[in-house]
Structures are given as C-alpha cells and as structure tokens.
C-alpha cells in the first residue's frame, strides 16, 4: 500500500476539489506549525525580493557574516522599499515562486517518506483489512472511531470495494478523539487479532454510531456481535499496534483522519468520491503500464 509516487497529482487535484474536513491530530502542534510557516514567508519573500530586485547584492545580504556596512544595508533597504511601492506585483510573483519552491520541496520529502515506511504500510500483518484476499491494488487507510469525517468517508470507501474487486484497504486505526476513541480501538484491535471474522461487522456497528463512542456504545456493540468477551480485556499486543500507527502517522507527517494512501499518493481529509476514484484509476493505470514495460 512499490509503485511511483505520484505527490504532485493530488496536490493539483485537491486544488480543484474542495477538501471538506478532517479530524487534526493536535491543535497546539498545528497552531504551531501555522506561526512558524508566517515566519518562513517573511523571509521567503524578503529573500526573492532580493533575488529580484538586487540579484548582484543578495548573496551578502544573506550572507550569515555580511560586510555591508550600515549604510550600504539602508540602501538595501531603501532600493526594496521603492521596488515593493512601485511594482507591488513584485511581492505576488516572489510569494508565488516561494509557494512553489515550498511545494516541490514538501513533494520531495513526503516521497521520500512513503518510499522510506513502504514495508511498515502494507505488510504490517497485524493490520485490519478489507476487500481483495489477493489484491492487484492497495489503499493504507488511517482512522478514528470518533472522527466525524472517517464516518463520513466510509461509504466512499466501500463503494470503491464494490466497483475495484481488486482493491484491498489496510485499516490503520488510531485513537485521536480521546478516551472513547481508545476503547474503541483496543475493542476492535482485539477482536482482529482474536476473532478475525467478526472484525468487519464490529467496525461498521462501531462506525455507524451517531454520537461519540463511550464504554456504554461500546458494550452494545460487542453484545450485538458476540464479541463481549473482549470488552476491556484487551490483548496485550494491542498497545505497540497503536503506538506505531501513530508513530506512522508522525514519521509520514499525516496530520489527521482521515487520511488515504493509494499507489504511494497521499489523499487526505474528507474528498468526494469521485477524487478516490481517479487517483485509485490512476494508480492501476500507473501499475498496468509498468508490468507492460516489463
């Protein structure tokens, strides 16, 4: 869930679909994460300024030992401001030509980590699973009980298991929203591990909840389907499953649910069905055309 990675697809598609939701991870790390990218486009743009208006001067104005002398630094100054007073489509194509740089850059490093956590998306054996048995094509799917938006996407989901035979999605469950979330997850983790065929049912009962899930839901599940041995008796490898799907989500900067990976693409948060479709068209496309060339 090793094919080519296709990062600069979905960033365009997902500039022409509205992505709707998707549940964060934590707020403070992106609150953080947000002030610090401000802090980056100040000197982004202050930096292509140079470049565009002073390309003779730029390498000692960002020169960590610059020998410009005060007044030749209020020069500096002064040519930048003149420039940004007189042309201020100067700061556009500068913040333009930063975004992109940023773009191909942040491209470069998720490729580099899909390649890198390859074994650890798709051949985790302990992983939940639906659709193919032997599957032509994979999807890794991050999720939260709790996530309002994972509840949301599951019919896509399934809709694309009915008209892909050959997909397979690799369920990576982690507990996001609190304790209920938790007690989720160990439940269903458990029941995985423990009594495999009643896996699917348990996780849609669970899914289908239209309130937070809280021990209370949870136990009505579980008698609903015959699972309620395994109500807080959780199996004692459940814990490391969770922390490296968490650590997984980290190592592969995901910041939410939910979260898809198709033929090494990253799609996140809640997207039409039609954007699961194309890139999941794509990526068979992609696979064929390879194993042709073969």
């Known amino acids: 869930m090793k094919q080519t990675i296709e990062a600069q697809n979905i960033t365009e598609s997902m500039q022409n679909t509205q992505v709707i939701g ?19 486009a100040v000197s982004g743009v202050v930096m292509a300024m140079l470049v565009v208006s002073l390309p003779s001067v730029s390498t000692m104005a960002y020169a960590k030992d610059s020998s410009l002398s005060a007044a030749q630094q209020q020069e500096v100054r002064a040519i930048l401001k003149d420039a940004l007073i007189n042309d201020p489509d100067l700061m556009r194509e ?37 659709g193919a ?95 309620e041995r395994w109500v807080g008796n959780t199996d004692e490898r459940v814990a490391k499953m969770v922390d490296d799907n968490v650590n997984l989500m980290n190592e592969l900067g995901i910041g939410g649910t939910p979260s898809m990976i198709v033929a090494d693409t990253l799609i996140p948060g809640l997207v039409p069905y039609e954007v699961l479709k194309e890139q999941l068209e794509a990526a068979i496309a992609a696979k064929d055309k390879t194993q042709k060339s073969s």
């Open 94 to 130: 500068a913040i333009i030509a930063w975004q992109a740089r940023e773009q191909e850059g942040a491209n470069t490093a998720m490729q580099t980590s899909l390649v890198t956590h390859h074994k650890a998306m798709y051949e985790t054996k302990s992983d939940p699973w639906k």
């Open 133 to 227: 048995a032997t599957p032509e094509i994979e999807m890794v799917y991050f999720t939260d009980f709790n996530c309002p938006y994972c509840k949301k996407i599951e019919p896509s989901l399934n809709q694309l298991i009915e008209e892909f035979p050959q997909l397979k999605i690799i369920v990576k469950m982690v507990p996001l929203q609190g304790e209920g979330s938790k007690m989720a997850v160990d439940f269903a983790q458990t029941v995985w591990l423990n009594e495999p065929e009643k896996y699917l049912k348990v996780k849609d009962m669970l899914m289908s909840s239209p309130r937070g899930l809280d021990a209370a839901a949870i136990a009505k599940v579980a008698k609903l389907t015959a699972t």
């Open 22 to 40: 998707g549940t964060k991870m934590s707020k403070f790390s992106s609150l953080f994460k947000h002030r610090k990218l401000q802090m980056f």
